[in-house]
């Protein structure tokens, strides 16, 4: 039976639990599911007809998409100025009892702030990424299979932020994981880049089996899958869950450690820039890496309340993260290496924040990296599309060519390092106050030095790019409207978005980011400071200025091969970073090559001489079996009684075939007899 709820009882409704009174949202929070839905009526239609089509299916991608903009765009304007909160879920089916309830099987969606923002930053990237896409990918292989399955990926990331509940969430996580895969390996040809979607995969396997067994320990205490039920329970200090609490935490951060690229399964995130730029645009800026930080928000309450040990844990990784692979981007010679590891860096940042407390400093930062984040792996697109090379060691001196593109680049650059007044200096230094506030004060210092590393590594990025004289062979050249528009159209967020979450400045009726996110969460005990903390965002800034100053003296003046320039060649630290701290090695020889080789030998072993022994045995006996039933019972049993009775029956037959002669005397005489004998039967027996 499917049944529609629109506020179960564990949910809290309209007008509770927090920031001010919630309203419903109106048609456009009644009817969100179309945006969870039209990414995928895309995909679907794209496979059908995309081929007959003019852009070969990047219209219909494109046209779903601006749709799903134009949605979350109202909700996200509705919400500015009056929360919103609405939640349905659809029951499929029911099953054993947990915590005195049925345990249900349910899909629907959320429409709170929480989700709205992943909405609309979903939408809004998304959108300009596939625009970017049509002129990107012209001429390419396989063009409807590509837009097909990005519309698979923004429409599993759209169910995951949008689920009420742990099972459509790990749907959504898991479609998210399977588009990624086919996204990644588009140029399949290249043994490489399927080597790089199969470690993409098989490295979030791993982490999903913590996501599932987390679900597996929490949701029988629950006695649902439902989020809110969660925050209930939370929010009333229950001890439900008792010691699986902190388990069961731990579990679902494994989970989240891969999708969001975790020291030590950020593995697969640089080798994940073997799929087309497009790709790494909207994987490392509004989908798939922050799938593990949203599962975080989300269960924010979890940690806040009843995992309170598990938190220290959860941000030592993310600072080892943020801090130490930072420093491979100093060593990458491919320009999407080097924003790859950024992207690792500062998804350490956001998961440091919301680890310690600072559910908003988290979100926010996630919610401004989307912007320059995109801006910069576009604009790497750019460059690459304008010189045939991924390779910074060919580029130099294109701020000339490709002025468009050089601008955009550096205000993201500027954004990520954290230079006021862009918005990546506000959401950083949120970050920083967060840490300190929670007292976790040496790892805010780290996370400054962090700052410095950023601007160094951008710096150099930028230097080897666009300043100089050109490496390559080509004829670089700016790219066309449908490219440049969306970096432009990025940049301006990435100057601006800031300014909508500074402690302690408002904007008349509209809300800070801190309120839009936070009903029904904040409450629970987020920290975000009441003003600007001067002093901490200035030892931020000085780390990021000095970062921008040694990177331009170090990387700036020019030489005749690139490798004089990129001069970064320190004893023991360069290898050391060149060869990843070795962490690659140590999974391929530790773990790959063993189970290919003495335990994949050993299993086919098994395979081969006992279960199929096992197996083929069975099927002997059966055989025999078989050949017995069917030999004796059968043919010469059954058969040979059935054979006799039908011979007999057939010679009966012959004999009384004889009778119908045909002739109506014959019949009317034997008639006549068969009366008297019957007469005569009669009186004697009577």
Same mark, same amino acid.
């Given at each position: ?30 009817? !969100? ?15 059908? +007809? =995309?081929?007959?089509?003019? =852009? ?11 749709? &799903? ?33 049925? %345990? ?5 969606? +959320? ?32 063009? @409807? ?19 009420? &509940?742990?099972?459509? $969430? ?11 895969? %086919? ?37 029988? !205490? ?52 073997? /799929?087309?730029?497009? +790709? ?122 490709? @002025? +468009? ?68 062979? /080509?004829? *670089?050249?700016?790219?066309? *409207?449908?490219?440049?528009? @969306? ?15 500074? *402690? ?46 040694? =990177?331009?003296?170090?990387?700036? @003046? ?18 050391? %970073? ?38 083929? =045995? ?9 050949? $017995? ?29 004889? %009778? ?15 009366? $008297? ?10």
């Amino acid at each position: 039976m499917v049944s529609a709820v629109a506020s179960a009882p564990l949910i809290l409704a309209a007008g509770e639990g927090g920031a001010g009174d919630l309203s419903s949202g109106g048609f456009f929070a009644e009817t !969100a599911w179309i945006m969870l839905v039209l990414p995928f009526a895309a995909f679907l239609a794209i496979i059908l +007809v =995309g081929k007959r089509m003019k =852009g070969l299916g990047a219209e219909l991608a494109i046209g779903a998409m601006g749709v &799903n903009l134009l949605w979350a765009s109202v909700l996200f304007v509705q919400n500015m100025f009056e929360g919103i909160y609405r939640e349905v879920n659809l029951t499929i089916g029911e099953f054993g009892t947990f915590a005195g309830r049925r %345990l249900a099987l349910e899909l629907g969606f +959320v429409v709170d702030g929480l989700s709205i923002m992943m909405y609309w930053v979903v939408a809004f990237v998304g959108f300009l990424v596939f625009v970017y896409a049509h002129g990107y990918m012209k001429g390419d292989i396989r063009v @409807p299979w590509f837009f097909a399955s990005l519309s698979l990926f923004a429409g599993s990331m759209l169910v995951l932020v949008g689920a009420p &509940n742990l099972i459509q $969430l790990i749907i959504g996580w898991e479609g998210v994981g399977l588009a990624s895969y %086919l996204l990644i390996g588009h140029y399949w040809e290249e043994k490489e880049n399927s080597d790089a979607a199969v470690k993409a995969f098989l490295t979030n396997k791993v982490a999903d089996v913590g996501l599932i067994l987390g679900t597996i320990l929490l949701v029988p !205490a629950l006695g649902t899958f439902r989020f809110s039920a969660l925050s209930a329970a939370a929010d009333a200090h229950s001890d439900l869950l008792g010691g699986v609490a902190v388990a069961g935490a731990l579990l679902l951060f494994f989970g989240a450690m891969g999708k969001s690229a975790q020291f030590p399964l950020h593995v697969w995130l640089p080798d994940a820039m073997a /799929g087309p730029t497009p +790709v790494s645009a909207l994987m490392h800026a509004a989908t798939m890496v922050t799938a593990g930080i949203y599962l975080m928000a989300r269960t924010f309450p979890l940690y806040q309340q009843m995992a309170t040990e598990a938190r220290p844990w959860m941000v030592t990784i993310a600072v080892i993260t943020l801090f130490v692979l930072g420093f491979l981007a100093l060593v990458a010679d491919d320009l999407k290496r080097v924003l790859a590891y950024s992207t690792v860096s500062q998804l350490g940042y956001m998961m440091a924040a919301v680890a310690a407390g600072g559910y908003t400093a988290g979100l926010f930062h996630l919610f401004t990296h989307a912007f320059f984040k995109a801006l910069l792996f576009l604009g790497a697109g750019s460059v690459i599309h304008a010189v045939h090379s991924n390779n910074m060691s060919d580029m130099g001196g294109l701020r000339k060519e490709m @002025p +468009v593109t050089f601008w955009t680049f550096v205000v993201g650059s500027l954004s990520l390092a954290g230079v006021i007044p862009l918005a990546g200096f506000w959401s950083k230094d949120e970050i920083l106050a967060t840490l300190g506030h929670e007292g976790y004060t040496a790892f805010m210092w780290v996370a400054i030095l962090g700052a410095f590393v950023t601007a160094f590594y951008m710096t150099r990025a930028v230097a080897l790019t666009f300043f100089g004289t050109y490496k390559g062979h /080509g004829h *670089p050249h700016e790219s066309p *409207p449908v490219m440049t528009a @969306p970096l432009v159209a990025l940049a301006v967020p990435s100057v601006i978005a800031g300014l909508l979450n500074i *402690p302690g400045v408002s904007w008349g009726p509209i809300r800070n980011f801190t309120d839009w996110v936070g009903a029904r969460i904040v409450p629970m005990g987020d920290y975000h400071p009441k003003a600007i903390e001067w002093e901490l965002a200035a030892y931020g800034l000085i780390a990021a200025v000095a970062g921008i100053a040694l =990177g331009w003296r170090l990387f700036a @003046p020019d030489a005749e091969t690139q490798q004089a320039r990129d001069r970064l060649r320190i004893p023991v630290l360069y290898p050391l %970073l060149h060869n990843k701290y070795y962490i690659d090695d140590l999974y391929m020889k530790g773990v790959v090559n063993p189970i290919k080789g003495p335990l994949a030998r050993a299993v086919d072993w098994v395979n081969g001489y006992v279960i199929d022994a096992v197996i083929n =045995g069975a099927g002997a006996v059966t055989a025999w079996l078989g050949g $017995l039933v069917y030999g004796r019972l059968d043919q010469q049993g059954i058969d040979l009684l059935l054979n006799a009775a039908a011979g007999g029956t057939r010679g009966a037959g012959g004999k009384l075939r004889l %009778l119908q002669s045909g002739k109506v005397q014959q019949y009317a005489g034997a008639f006549v007899v068969g009366a $008297l004998l019957l007469v005569v039967a009669f009186v004697l027996v009577t």
